[in-house]
């Protein structure tokens, strides 16, 4: 059942990164090529069949002109903003000591704890 949904979010995500390119008027082509990517591997992702790193969705909002948030979260990565929270993933991906594996490696690090800690608690409930 987990693989549906991600599976699911990674056809959302594809489905959502083909609507803002066809917005900017970019072709596959101009994108991959804007965004530092072979267009094999943008269509696969465009189609939902390969997931990419936050580094290559970094380099594919840079591309459409985008904020990488808004990625982040059709990705999965962030969560969309809450104001009554503090956003850890938010500082972690704005720290400029870190490099973007490293990043990456962090988010998902604290995402897959928040997950666990979910399923915790729903057992504990």
Do not use: C, W
């Amino acid at each position: 059942m987990a693989t549906d949904a991600f599976e699911h979010r990674l056809r959302d995500l594809g489905q959502f990164i083909r609507e803002q390119r066809r917005n900017a008027r970019l072709s596959l082509r101009k994108l991959s090529e804007a965004a530092g990517i072979s267009n094999p591997y943008l269509s696969q992702i465009e189609r939902g069949l390969r997931k990419p790193s936050a580094e290559i969705l970094q380099a594919i909002a840079k591309g459409l002109r985008i904020s990488a948030e808004t990625l982040y979260v059709q990705a999965g990565i962030l969560d969309e903003r809450r104001d009554d929270a503090p956003d850890l993933v938010d500082a972690i991906l704005r720290d400029p000591s870190l490099n973007d594996r490293q990043r990456q490696a962090l988010v998902e690090v604290y995402r897959s704890f928040q997950i666990e800690n979910r399923g915790q608690d729903a057992e504990a409930g």
